[in-house]
């Protein structure tokens, strides 16, 4: 297969490509804003295959440059991961949140739907387009927008499927709840409690860590991404997410009892951030039921295998900031 992954750098999408050159035959293209990062946090690095090429290009204003790349690459399948996508950011930002996943998701999948070569176009979404909801619950397939970043993402998914519509553009959406798992930007909330620890400083916890979230490890996300790609409906979107809950809470808890630690010692509690939602888990019945996906690796084992890996790459990652650094 020839497949395109825009936002290779990125945390998911860098373990898709790492999937996809598991299988030899495939061909892959990757494109990105940014240069390639550290291989700490490119695990296809590992596979050294001629059969992958990188293009350091931006989806807002190298559109003509992206589309020679596809052209004379002509993949079959399209994976779109490229996003703005730090919440808490959003609110000082909302106009650059809305060029790339408004402005620059249009402008790029216009442009793509007139292409002969194209089999399947794979649209990463959020479940945040929902705002907060539970399981079943109707809430879970109405859009309701909370933050700029739900926003920006639900304005450009209304497109997409527009042109489904109208085109009927081969698309596919995805909306899975959190992600983690090894190799995971170092701000985010798993990676950073553990290094916080380790060096004996506080976490802080936005609202007490009452809201409710529902994590999910990238290995069982892009297992399902694969699988929508190949046998998805166009024009659905899938779901993936876990069967239960945690709150923020009790995850980092979680996380301190795993490394023999108090509670009381590494947390402390700040304000909440705006539009947080309060709760969120979706269903997950018709990934099942299309295309046989299941999440299979725990949050335990998970969390687990995170630890590992920054202590086994401590001399590395305890240079690394641990802080959100914004790129417009």
Sequence with gaps: MKIAVIASNSFSGANFVDLLLEDKNNEVVGISR??????????????????????????????????????????????????????GTSWKFPDQWFQTNAVGIVQFTNNLK????????VHISTPEVYGSCYGQDEKCSTINPS????????????????????YNFPVVTIRSTNVYGVGQQL?????????????????????????????????????????????????EVYHLSPTDEISIKQLVSNIIESLNKEFEDHVEIVDERPGQDAKYLIDSAKAKQAFGWMPKISLGKGINEMTNWIYSNWSEIEKMTIEYIHKK
């Excluded at 296809?44 to 052209?71: A, C, G, M, S």
């Design 114 to 121: 007139d292409k002969k070569y194209l089999k399947r176009y």
């Design 147 to 166: 933050t700029p970043y739900a926003a920006s993402k639900a304005a450009g998914d209304l497109f997409i499927s527009a042109l489904f519509k109208q």
């Design 187 to 235: 701000y985010r909330i798993i990676p950073r409690s553990i290094i916080l620890i380790k060096k004996g400083q506080k976490i802080q916890l936005h609202g007490g860590g009452k809201s409710f979230k529902s994590y999910i490890h990238i290995k069982d996300v892009c297992q399902g991404i694969l699988k929508a790609m190949l046998f998805g409906k166009s024009g």
């Design 34 to 87: 940014s240069k390639e990062y550290h291989p700490l946090f490119l695990p296809y690095k590992k596979h050294q295959n001629p059969k992958f090429k990188f293009y350091q290009l931006n989806i807002n204003d190298q559109l003509d440059e992206i589309f020679d790349v596809l052209d004379a690459f002509e993949p079959e399948y399209v994976v779109n991961f490229a996003a703005q996508g730090e919440v």
